[in-house]
Nanobody
Framework: QVQLVESGGGLVQAGGSLRLSCAAS????????MGWFRQAPGKERDFVAA????????YYVDSVKGRFTISRDNAKNTVSLQMNSLQPEDTAVYYC????????????????????WGQGTQVTVSS
């Protein structure tokens, strides 16, 4: 079992940056692929980015490509999301999630593929 705790959210002006972190408990962190999702008020939870157990494989939703970077440190049991050039439409609660399944690009975008979730951290981008 994995417990996930996000941090790093906050209020930022459009064009600014934030770095989200997700700390995982347990000794098997490296056996999970990790994802970041976000949920705006009144909307469904949407995929943002994912990273494989081997950090050389990553995948992003088109709207954040070139602005967001996902990374992980298996020695520290952490996964991060560096967010640059933030826009008001990036405002949401951001969640990290862990999946023990295989790395398949389409699968990584599915909420139901992930077994463990953090509690979320609020990101608000003002215009």
């Amino acid at each position: 079992q994995v417990q996930l705790v996000e941090s790093g959210g906050g209020l930022v002006q459009a064009g600014g940056s934030l770095r989200l972190s997700c700390a995982a408990s347990g000794r098997t962190f490296s056996s999970y692929l990790m994802g970041w999702f976000r949920q705006a008020p009144g909307k469904e939870r949407d995929f943002v980015a994912a990273i494989n157990r081997n950090p050389s494989s990553t995948y992003y939703v088109d709207s954040v490509k070139g602005r967001f970077t996902i990374s992980r440190d298996n020695a520290k049991n952490t996964v991060s999301l560096q967010m640059n050039s933030l826009q008001p439409e990036d405002t949401a609660v951001y969640y990290c999630a862990a999946d023990s399944g295989p790395w398949r690009v389409v699968r990584t975008t599915l909420v139901n593929a992930y077994q463990y979730w953090g509690q979320g951290t609020q990101v608000t981008v003002s215009s």
